[in-house]
């Protein structure tokens, strides 16, 4: 397993290129994150100035996991919900350059996130998953149960359609 750091990420040229190049990898290999392939760099970009943005500001919190000075993984924890869900968060764009799959580094970003989340009083973790090539088994493993499957739910990112998989999981005080 190869060694790498975790840390938050913030709206910096060199992290939003990293983030941006990550991203269009991501969508080219099938990764279902919201875009359509072909993904132009500047799209991908822009979405993570408006994310990092949104970092800043308390919104959520964007995780990069680096080897050496590369960005390998991201993860986004979304903290800003409606008023009656203070006591959760969401899970997001969780990617991996490929080159690095299998190798821990999800994992270890799930946990930083579901630690961060702890640490800011949250007892709920939900996410969503596409049923073709998402990351159900990782989910899984990690605890995560499986509320239901909405078919049909988004185009993939080369065309045809793709449900998405619910997941949620207690944490915190109440996970016990």
Not at 28 to 47: I, K, Q, T, W
Not at 91 to 120: C, H, P, S, W
């Amino acid at each position: 397993m190869p060694s790498f750091v975790i840390r938050p990420l913030q709206n910096l040229p060199q992290i939003r290129n990293a983030l941006g190049e990550l991203l269009v990898e991501t969508v080219a290999n099938g990764g279902s994150v919201s875009f359509m392939h072909p993904l132009p760099l500047e799209d991908a970009r822009a979405f993570w100035n408006d994310s990092l943005g949104a970092a800043a500001l308390g919104e959520r919190v964007v995780l990069g996991a680096f080897d050496s000075d590369d960005l390998i993984a991201t993860v986004t924890l979304l903290l800003k919900l409606p008023p009656n869900q203070p006591h959760r968060a969401e899970i997001a764009k969780m990617m991996t350059r490929v080159a690095y799959r299998k190798r821990g580094v999800a994992t270890a970003l799930l946990q930083a996130a579901e630690r961060l989340a702890v640490d800011r009083g949250r007892t709920l973790l939900v996410l969503d998953t596409a049923v073709d090539d998402g990351a159900a088994p990782l989910y899984e493993r990690l605890g995560f149960q499986l509320s239901g499957i909405i078919p049909d739910y988004a185009l993939k990112p080369h065309g045809g359609l793709t449900g998405t998989m619910i997941y949620w999981k207690r944490i915190g005080a109440v996970a016990a």
